[in-house]
């Protein structure tokens, strides 16, 4: 290679510089081949790494898949060959307590005053609806077959029962729906000849009257519109009596037909606003 003026060097030839180009090409061409090297080499290890992963993960399950179904296995080996539990021995049934008896219901008690005995008097018809109205002496009636007592009291007496208790029994005068009688069911002929048989206990029969008396006026509306309380009660006197069988008037103002309110000898009575055993009291008192 010959020199030049300005350095001693001389001037490249063109195949020259052709060839240091194929050279630098040649190492460019080398380097990229190591860069995909390197690249294809890591990818391949990060695929190993996930196959070896998966293949962990594979195992793992296989291995827990495999120890259940050998537990469940033996369990279900164990359970079948298990022998089974005798069954309880059911508890004898407990006993019965017995089913208690009705209660045998009481006798009834004592009458407060006993009367005198119906069957062997000869009393007018309208004390034998008296004693009718009280539930006895049906027998001296003509009663139709299948005909209520009521029934029977309506056609024969004129009237029928308002109310029945123990020891009395209500009704309407015949005469006036506005007058309220109640008389014992035991047979006393008046109030003077009760206070004789039944000297214990004639105050106490008497208020059983005057109760009944008063309270089947209101329950009737015997007064009229407001049913409104009564005003006065009187028993007739021995020998002034409309019927021989003790019996209380109840009624507001007068009762003209029997001459109520009245004074001794032909009556007795007493205030309905008094207090039942006052009046009682009173009407015994009134008719010694």
């Given at each position: 290679?010959?020199?030049?003026?300005?350095?001693?060097r001389?001037?490249?030839?063109?195949?020259?510089?052709?060839?240091?180009?194929?050279?630098?090409?040649?190492?460019?061409?080398?380097?990229?081949g190591?860069?995909?090297?390197?690249?294809?080499?890591?990818?391949?290890?990060?695929?190993?790494?996930?196959?070896?992963?998966?293949?962990?993960?594979?195992t793992?399950?296989?291995?827990?898949?495999?120890?259940?179904?050998?537990?469940?296995?033996?369990?279900?080996?164990?359970?079948?060959?298990?022998?089974k539990?005798?069954?309880?021995?059911?508890?004898?049934?407990?006993?019965?307590?017995?089913?208690?008896?009705?209660?045998?219901?009481?006798?009834?008690?004592?009458?407060l005053?006993?009367?005198?005995?119906?069957?062997?008097?000869?009393?007018?018809?309208?004390?034998l609806?008296?004693c009718?109205?009280?539930g006895?002496?049906?027998?001296?009636?003509?009663?139709?077959?299948?005909?209520?007592?009521e029934?029977?009291?309506?056609?024969?007496?004129?009237?029928?029962?308002?109310?029945?208790?123990?020891?009395?029994?209500?009704?309407f005068n015949?005469?006036?729906?506005s007058?309220?009688?109640?008389?014992?069911?035991?047979?006393?002929?008046d109030?003077?000849?009760?206070s004789?048989?039944?000297?214990?206990?004639?105050?106490?029969?008497?208020?059983?009257?005057?109760?009944?008396?008063?309270?089947?006026?209101v329950?009737?509306?015997?007064?009229?519109?407001?049913?409104?309380?009564?005003?006065?009660?009187?028993?007739?006197?021995?020998?002034?009596?409309?019927?021989?069988?003790?019996?209380?008037?109840?009624?507001i103002?007068?009762v003209?037909?029997?001459?109520?309110?009245?004074?001794?000898?032909?009556?007795?009575?007493?205030?309905?606003?008094?207090?039942?055993?006052?009046?009682?009291?009173?009407?015994?008192?009134?008719?010694?």
């Amino acid at each position: 290679m010959e020199g030049t003026a300005d350095g001693g060097r001389q001037p490249l030839h063109a195949d020259g510089v052709r060839g240091v180009q194929q050279r630098c090409a040649t190492r460019r061409i080398l380097a990229i081949g190591c860069v995909c090297t390197v690249i294809a080499i890591g990818c391949i290890a990060y695929i190993l790494l996930q196959a070896s992963s998966t293949a962990g993960v594979t195992t793992t399950t296989l291995t827990t898949t495999l120890s259940t179904t050998t537990n469940t296995t033996t369990t279900s080996q164990t359970t079948t060959t298990a022998p089974k539990p005798a069954p309880p021995t059911p508890a004898p049934p407990a006993p019965v307590p017995p089913t208690p008896a009705p209660p045998t219901p009481a006798p009834p008690g004592p009458e407060l005053c006993k009367g005198e005995d119906v069957s062997g008097l000869s009393l007018p018809h309208s004390a034998l609806c008296f004693c009718f109205y009280g539930g006895r002496c049906q027998s001296n009636f003509h009663c139709h077959a299948g005909e209520s007592a009521e029934a029977c009291q309506q056609r024969s007496c004129g009237s029928g029962s308002l109310e029945v208790t123990d020891e009395t029994a209500s009704f309407f005068n015949r005469g006036s729906r506005s007058d309220v009688l109640t008389v014992p069911i035991q047979y006393f002929r008046d109030i003077r000849r009760l206070s004789e048989q039944c000297p214990d206990n004639a105050v106490q029969l008497l208020v059983e009257l005057l109760a009944a008396g008063r309270r089947v006026f209101v329950s009737t509306a015997a007064g009229g519109p407001g049913s409104p309380a009564p005003e006065t009660q009187c028993v007739h006197l021995y020998p002034h009596l409309s019927v021989p069988w003790l019996h209380v008037h109840t009624f507001i103002g007068r009762v003209r037909s029997e001459g109520l309110p009245g004074v001794w000898p032909l009556a007795a009575c007493v205030s309905a606003a008094l207090p039942e055993d006052e009046a009682a009291a009173e009407l015994l008192r009134l008719s010694r």
